[in-house]
């Protein structure tokens, strides 16, 4: 069973502060990690996807992956409220019959405060 | 929602009684997927689809099968549901060249 870890939250931030998301996974197999955004009620959304060691920016998100400590996440500068909301990482699941599936963490909840 | 709907949107069944739901997609996509999410489970795979007709298991499979009878459409049917399957349903079509799947907007089963 692939794992994905995040952790709990709930995070709570100020508006214009920079929320940090963190992600640590099972299988050193897997290559392929994304983030998602789910709002209350609401399907989640890809926000990010990585696939290499480094950061990748997207706008006011960052996403970092070290493959050797098997560690994502998710920074978001600036906050604003309309970033309240549930960040899921999922991991790819690399080889075998796992090639393609997603494997979900249970989520960080995220508060932006104005 | 990248071209998916889902139906029907929400649903109230009896203990017992066998229950469809339909994923339909408009982006010519491959590969298909049913999650359920639960508060402390978070998304879990319940059957993807790799092609027309070609089905495997997730992880959670029990108490569920799926057809894909054509690209477009892929149905979730629960034989006779139960109340541990009360619970949101969302499906995904998946760009497997890159793994990232789309969810579509999803469905609330409730079974009293």
Not at chain 1, 58 to 77: E, M, P
Not at chain 2, 45 to 65: A, N, P, Q, R
Request: net charge neutral; aromatic share 12%.
């Amino acid at each position: 069973q692939k794992e994905v870890e995040q952790n709990s939250g709930p995070l709570s931030v100020p508006e214009g502060a920079i929320a940090s998301l963190n992600c640590t996974y099972s299988d050193r197999v897997s290559q392929s990690f994304f983030w998602y955004r789910q709002y209350s009620g609401k399907s989640p959304e890809l926000i990010m996807s990585i696939y290499s060691n480094g950061d990748k920016e997207d706008g006011r998100f960052t996403a970092q992956l070290n493959k050797a400590s098997q560690y994502v996440s998710l920074l978001i500068r600036d906050s604003q409220p309309s970033d309240s909301a549930t960040y899921l990482c999922a991991v790819e699941g690399g080889r075998g019959s796992t090639l393609g599936r997603l494997y979900f963490g249970r989520g960080t909840q995220l508060t932006v405060w104005p | 929602d990248a071209g998916i709907t889902q139906s029907p949107r929400h649903k109230v069944t009896e203990t017992g009684t066998p229950v469809t739901l339909r994923c339909h997609q408009t982006e010519n996509h491959r590969y298909m997927y049913w999650y359920r999410q639960d508060p402390g489970h978070g998304l879990r795979l319940i059957h993807y689809s790799y092609g027309v007709k070609d089905t495997d298991k997730g992880e959670v499979s029990d108490g569920y099968s799926v057809s894909r009878s054509k690209t477009e459409d892929f149905l979730l049917t629960l034989e006779s549901a139960t109340s541990s399957q009360t619970s949101v349903y969302f499906c995904a079509i998946g760009n497997r060249d890159l793994y990232e799947q789309y969810f579509g907007p999803g469905t609330r089963l409730t079974v009293t």
